[in-house]
């Protein structure tokens, strides 16, 4: 009788180490935070070289030692790692843009301080910059998905709109300003230093990206901005 107990309670076990199993394998993954932080940043290098259509979950699984499945279960979808990662580089640069403390600033040296901060930013950031570029490539198509996007980039607006309505409140900018455009202009010209690097220095044998005058280039860049900005006397 005891040996039939023994087997009884031995098949019981046997039945029951499954589900155990199965519930170890359910549970949820340790340091999620910590988890998803690199997942992240090895998808910023994984999408900023490749795009997205080129970049690979097995890849970024492999970048990371981890598994699909675990990125899955943090993300949810290729997409929405994508999504992720556009979310955060935008709201770096946006943080990093929050610390310049412009308020004690004269207004054309603080836009000349935004100006400078953006330049280096996108040579030290060139993932960034990248990205930016394979969105663009997919026409935002992405990126319009994100509920976030709008809300994370008002601010550097704001800032500008601070900026410009001291200038003009002193009577140095002109009335005619619109934040957005003085934004889009700092962008471009500034982005256009890693984004063409290759094919303008290969045309006219100019070093460009970190290689080239950096100094002289950000101060031509920060004086055409203000040089828009800055109100005319008109000649009597």
Known sequence: MKLA?????????????????????MCKPREPEANRARIIRA???????RGFKGASMDAIAARTDTTRALINYYFG????????????VYAEIRQAESLLDLDHLAPQLAIRRIVEFTFDYYLEHEGFVHLVVAENQA?????????????????IIEMLSRVIARGQSEGSFRRDVDPVEIHMAIAA???????????FAAIFQRDMGARGDVGRRRKLIADMVLSYLKLKCKKS
């Open 43 to 49: 998808a910023i290098e994984e999408f900023a070289s």
């Open 5 to 25: 107990g023994a087997a009884v309670a031995t098949a019981g076990e046997s039945r029951r180490a499954p589900i155990s199993s199965r519930t170890a394998a």
């Open 139 to 155: 026409r935002g198509r992405h990126l319009r998905k994100s509920g976030a996007m709008r809300s994370l980039n008002r601010p």
């Open 77 to 88: 979808s290729k997409e929405k790692v994508y999504l992720a990662v556009i979310e955060h």
């Open 189 to 199: 010209l500034g982005i256009f230093n890693v984004t063409n690097q290759y094919t």
